[in-house]
């Protein structure tokens, strides 16, 4: 009768023992995740802006259009005004360019 006990003792102290051992496993886990979380999370701290040093004005741009400056007003009137004022330049006249130089190949 006690050969019985004893295998049933030893097979449950075995699975508890599996058992604290996975709980363990799942703990460390969780506390790693919660970690790495952690350290991911980065504080952010406001950066004041320093003002660029003033570059010399550029000679010339010939490629780059001159875009207004906004104005400090939002109204539709002013936005219309100011998309009316972009210079989109002719397209017909670049298709043309591009056109001859395809036919010059």
């Not at 996975?22 to 969780?30: E, F, K, S, Y």
Request: without cysteine.
């Amino acid at each position: 009768m006690d050969q019985n006990i004893e295998p049933k003792i030893e097979q449950s102290s075995k699975k508890n023992i599996i058992v604290w051992v996975i709980v363990g496993v799942i703990a460390i886990l969780i506390l790693l995740g919660i970690w790495y979380w952690l350290a991911q999370k980065k504080v952010v701290t406001p950066v004041t802006p320093t003002p660029a040093p003033q570059a010399p004005a550029p000679t010339a741009q010939p490629s780059a259009p001159q875009v207004p400056a906004a104005p400090k007003e939002d109204s539709v009137s002013s936005i219309n005004q100011e998309l009316n004022s972009i210079d989109t330049g002719s397209l017909d006249q670049e298709f043309q360019a591009i056109d001859a130089d395809i036919n010059s190949l």
